[in-house]
């Protein structure tokens, strides 16, 4: 291995390192966030140096949409990645703050990354997409991904890129490649929510499997982990805009809004029971539940 191999494998499993902050199946996106959003400002001005003035917004803005629901406040959720980032050493702030405290910070703090770390991201643009890509892919299900790199700065098309060595040395979990199929099949070619069955040639078009409970939370590759939903429902499902209660019913966030009348369709599925045919499971109560818990923006709209 070259020197230059070497290093470029040490700065991706330092970046590696904030994947294990997952406990109990909750979500912890604060750290992985504040470094996309870092890794976004290097890539566009040369310097990941972020005045807290900004993050402050910025960051309360990533965590608020790709976040769980918190009802932490804004500057404080903020706070929390950009002191904590520094115990684990790709982070600086140019003053020593304490832990948490947000009034510190609005005297002018900076951040940015560890210094040799800068300069190794900075001399191999390469690297820097495979940081960022391995951040996303093991925080956000495919369906988010594009989004949080866009919010961040990034090109979504760097997802499509191939993850450099050294990536992650640990154990990955595999998906199952007849995960998919299986459930699609379980579900009739069609989305559980709206009854799509695009199809083209023989396969279908626009219908996906979704894990109800995140593959990259934990979630297994379980027929009782995942209707099949055409793309746009996917989507709205991954980003906590819909959701399922209790009783296999969808749910729409109170956060969803739209104006004209196929936007305003959403609505119309609140309240609607999923229906399997006989034999396919309904998504298990606790992946539903984790959903809920971690992903489902907001409360639901009033009983319909
Ligand atoms: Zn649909």
């Not at 948490?100 to 002018?108: H, I, N, Q, T």
């Not at 040395?169 to 995960?179: F, G, L, N, P, Y």
């Amino acid at each position: 291995m070259s020197v230059e191999e070497a290093g470029a494998r040490e700065v991706l499993e330092q970046f590696a390192s904030l994947r294990q902050h997952q406990r109990d199946g909750r979500r912890s996106p604060h750290k992985p966030l504040l470094t996309l959003l870092a890794l976004g400002r290097l890539a566009e001005t040369g310097s990941s140096a972020l005045p807290w003035s900004e993050a402050e917004g910025r960051l309360a803005d990533l965590l608020e949409e790709f976040g769980p629901t918190s009802r932490t406040g804004r500057a404080q959720s903020a706070a929390y990645p950009f002191t904590r980032l520094r115990a684990d050493g790709v982070w600086t702030l140019d003053r020593d703050v304490p832990m948490d405290a947000v009034g510190p910070l609005r005297d002018g703090v900076t951040g940015q990354f560890e210094a040799s770390l800068e300069k190794a991201l900075r001399a191999r643009p390469d690297l820097l997409d495979a940081a960022a890509r391995g951040l996303v892919e093991s925080h956000f299900p495919a369906a988010v991904g594009p989004d949080v790199l866009v919010a961040v700065g990034l090109d979504p098309e760097l997802l499509d890129g191939v993850t450099a060595g050294g990536g992650d040395t640990r154990e990955q979990r595999r998906r199952s490649r007849a995960w998919p199929t299986a459930v699609i099949e379980a579900w009739d070619r069609q989305c559980a929510f709206c009854g799509f069955d695009g199809a083209a040639g023989g396969g279908v078009v626009g219908i996906e499997a979704a894990h109800v409970r995140w593959f990259t939370q934990g979630g297994p590759d379980d027929l009782d982990n995942g209707p099949a939903l055409c793309s746009l429902h996917h989507k709205l499902l991954d980003r906590g805009v819909l959701g399922l209660d209790a009783d296999s019913a969808v749910v729409v966030s109170q956060r969803f809004s739209a104006r004209t009348p196929a936007g305003r369709r959403i609505y119309d599925l609140h309240g609607q029971r999923l229906s399997p045919r006989r034999g396919t499971p309904l998504p298990a109560e606790q992946h539903v539940a984790w959903h809920t818990e971690q992903v489902f923006k907001g409360s639901g709209l009033a009983a319909a």
